[in-house]
Each structure stands twice: as C-alpha cells, then as structure tokens.
C-alpha cells in the first residue's frame, strides 16, 4: 500500500484484481453452472479468463472477458467470510476501511 500526504494507492498481490478470487468459489459457480465438476487452478500471476478456459477444457466455454461485470456481480453475491483469506486482501481492505474513517474524521475499527 502506498501512502501519500492525500491518500492511498493498492498495488495488488496478484497480476489483476481477479487474483483475489478463491479458486473455489469460482469452481463452485461453474460446477453449479455447468452441473458437472469443475477444478479452477488459479494462481497470482494467472488470468482468470485462461483459468476458465482451462478449467471448462473439454465441457463447456465461458466467454469471461466479454461479460465481466456480470461475472463479477455473481461471484461477488457467493463470497463469504473466508474468500478474505486470499493474498493480502484482508490486510489491504483493513487499511482501506482505516484510511475511508480517517478521511472521514471517523475512529478507527480495530476489529473490523
């Protein structure tokens, strides 16, 4: 995270923002999608469409890039508490919310 006298700047972990994403959430939205098995191996320099891809080889195709809000809005609806756990992420939205309450003359949430 880099800070300046104005605000913040997150570089992510991972090669996109989709990097944050389980592997398992997302083999769980496919599996459910395509009512079969499906295994997503994802890891923080990978694309996530690639990943799809090699994930659906052989049963189905998924056109990620073209519908990628749509995609995310889904995928955000199945997270949970434990799809925090992955890279840094519950670290950096830590300091996200810390930086949103200082801005906003707010006290700070050890907790949250």
């Keep these: 995270m880099k800070k300046s006298s104005d605000g ?10 989709e ?3 389980r592997p398992a959430l997302i083999a769980g939205y496919l599996t ?5 098995d499906i ?8 694309h996530l469409g690639d990943a799809i ?13 073209a519908a990628k809000p749509a995609y995310a809005r889904k995928l955000s609806e199945l ?5 925090l756990d992955v890279l840094d992420l519950r670290v950096r939205l830590k300091q996200v919310v810390g930086w ?11 907790g949250t």
């Design 19 to 21: 990097n944050y994403l």
């Design 100 to 110: 949103i309450r200082k801005w906003n003359h707010l006290p700070n949430c050890e």
């Design 53 to 65: 891809s090699a994930g659906l080889a052989g049963i189905g195709h998924l056109d990620y890039a």
């Design 79 to 83: 997270m949970g508490p434990e799809d």
């Design 8 to 17: 913040m700047c997150w570089i992510t972990r991972g090669r996109e923002i």
């Design 39 to 46: 295994v997503i191996g994802l890891s923080e320099d990978d």
């Design 32 to 36: 459910e999608r395509f009512e079969r």
